[in-house]
Nanobody
């Protein structure tokens, strides 16, 4: 089971670091994605890291968010900087089935490639 944590309330321009943890399997063996969802809207992909540590970002977060692995702690982090109210959402981490030999593009962040969803964490950006 995957578990996202680290959400909370932050002012515009602020930062948060989300963590994705699990028990029972090694996250290094999986491609991992971060997704977010606002009530009434479809879930959207935010960021992705492959087993080979190759990363990919949605245009809306590129340059502000950074995804990383901490193999020693079996954790995936999503560092979020320069947050705006538009980043307010429930954030989920998930395992992603994406062929290693297929180039990453916007389709990589399509939720249809998710294998397992974790429980989400709420991020609220508000003054």
């Amino acid at each position: 089971q995957l578990q996202a944590s680290g959400g909370g309330l932050v002012h515009p321009g602020g930062s948060l670091r989300l963590s994705c943890t699990t028990s029972g399997f090694e996250l290094d063996e999986f491609n991992i994605g971060w997704f977010r969802q606002v009530p009434g809207k479809e879930r959207e992909g935010v960021s992705y890291i492959s087993r080979a540590y190759v990363t990919h970002y949605a245009d809306s977060v590129k340059g502000r968010f950074t995804i990383s692995r901490d193999s020693a702690k079996n954790t995936i982090h999503l560092q979020m900087n320069s947050l705006t109210p538009e980043d307010t959402a429930v954030y989920y981490c998930a395992t992603v089935l994406w062929p290693a030999d297929r180039p990453m593009d916007s389709e990589t962040l399509n939720p249809k490639y998710v294998e397992y969803w974790g429980q989400g964490t709420l991020v609220t950006v508000s003054s």
